[in-house]
């Protein structure tokens, strides 16, 4: 089995740099930019190239990690070879690959990628969708090669997971950013919430978020929220963060 | 050592239950709720009283785990015995003691604790803060039987850690809801995006949440932006939070 890449990002980092380790030949690396091409070719014993008219066309898989409309126009310059055609997008339908193959599909693992930080694909959703249910099923086999938790979901439902993966993931992550920057005025390292930080992503292992919610927006401790207000005082992004939110959570829990 | 606890809500539920395993006598439990007291006492062996005047008077340790109001209400009509007086909580000075005793401090671990979920106490940090280096010293020990993470912070230090753990944890597991909202909608698990809650938190063990953040908002990729919004179009309130933490993350690193 032969694969190229398109695009060098993230996600086509890691997940190359999977497959290459399972044994699947990841033969060539194309990207616009040649930095990134050639560091992630020499990653996985790849070539690389910048030209579209050098990507080699006898390829069992392209795999595009390409956002939106770097895809589009891709695609729209690129006579597609007749192999397999997966982006690896959560908001991207299928439907971008129709006027172009009719081999296609989606590949997407759900999980946020960071260059310098090594991974466990093994527990890593891989959402799956297909162009026939021969290829739905070669993409399930090869899904499961990386992980056992693969997903068959529509684009529809894909786009709302990708929703929910900017608010448990990126959002989530600005919120301990946030904490960062009130732990650094008061002079305490961050250190100090680590463990408050895994305890609260531990819990919504076990328990509904909606359940392990604590803190003063919940039970409307009007005294905290004052004290918490002042302190932000001349913070005034941080402030209204923190009244959105402490007014969603508390209306939110005195509905139920 | 004998303790008495003032209080029996979730703090007062899991210290309680950890100074009695490692043998320290909570002897008494106060609390308005007599159902709540009486649970708490049953679980560590303790009485419990709804009765102020039945409060033993020869502990060495008065833990109290009130809010602010219930604590002034309590301390103004409580005659203080000469013993150590401690309160748990993040936003309450010290000096809500002075006025009733020479012999005070505070006693707060930076946890989330919920009734049904047991926790290691052995990384959670203990935040101590005392009227004397006497007492200081004798809480340090304490917090050790506890913990290997005790942290000296002065009341303001204190407050800003606690708004930075309603970031950490509150907001951030409003955000873990807001994503099972989504899913739910979508007819997809929560199940899915666990691995991704692990990992976001994960992420930031080892690298500075700045340096952690990815997503549409940070590299402003107005076309998932604008898919995403089109999604929330009939859920106001995700809505208005997408945007403001999307403009503000955006804002943050343009600024870098």
């Known amino acids: 089995m032969k694969v190229v890449f398109i695009g060098s990002g993230n996600v086509a980092t890691h997940l190359a740099q999977k497959f290459q380790s399972i044994g699947i030949n990841v033969s060539q690396i194309y990207s616009?930019?040649?930095t990134n091409a050639e560091a992630l070719a020499k990653l996985v014993g790849a070539t690389f190239t910048t030209e579209m008219s050098e990507i080699e066309t006898d390829a069992d898989y392209y795999f595009y990690a390409l956002n939106d409309n770097s895809l589009k126009r891709f695609l729209s310059k690129?006579?597609?070879?007749?192999?397999?055609?997966?982006h690896t997008a959560g908001s991207i339908s299928?439907?971008?690959?129709?006027?172009?193959?009719?081999?296609?599909?989606?590949?997407?693992?759900?999980?946020?990628f960071s260059k310098n930080k090594e991974i466990d694909f093994s527990t890593i959703p891989?959402?799956?969708?297909?162009?026939?249910?021969e290829i739905q099923l070669k993409l399930e086999e090869?899904?499961?090669?990386?992980?056992?938790?693969?997903?068959?979901?529509?684009?529809?439902?894909?786009?709302?997971?990708?929703?929910?993966?900017?608010?448990?993931?990126n959002f989530t992550n600005y919120m301990y950013d946030m904490a960062s920057v009130i732990l650094e005025d008061a002079g305490v390292s961050f250190e100090i919430i680590k463990p408050l930080i895994k305890e609260t992503a531990d819990k919504v292992m076990t328990l509904p978020p909606f359940n392990a919610q604590t803190g003063p927006a919940v039970r409307?401790?009007?005294?905290?929220?004052?004290?918490h207000l002042e302190l932000l005082k001349s913070q005034s992004e941080l402030k209204k963060i923190y009244k959105l939110l402490t007014t969603d959570i508390n209306k939110r829990h005195q509905k139920k």
């Open 220 to 227: 409307y401790d009007e005294n905290t929220i004052d004290k």
């Open 94 to 112: 299928i439907r971008i690959f129709e006027k172009y193959s009719t081999k296609y599909g989606v590949f997407y693992p759900l999980q946020t």
């Open 32 to 34: 616009r930019t040649s």
């Open 142 to 169: 090869l899904a499961k090669l990386l992980t056992k938790n693969v997903y068959l979901t529509n684009s529809e439902q894909r786009k709302k997971i990708h929703l929910a993966a900017v608010f448990a993931c």
């Open 126 to 133: 891989i959402c799956i969708e297909a162009s026939s249910s």
């Open 78 to 86: 690129f006579d597609l070879p007749n192999a397999i055609h997966l």
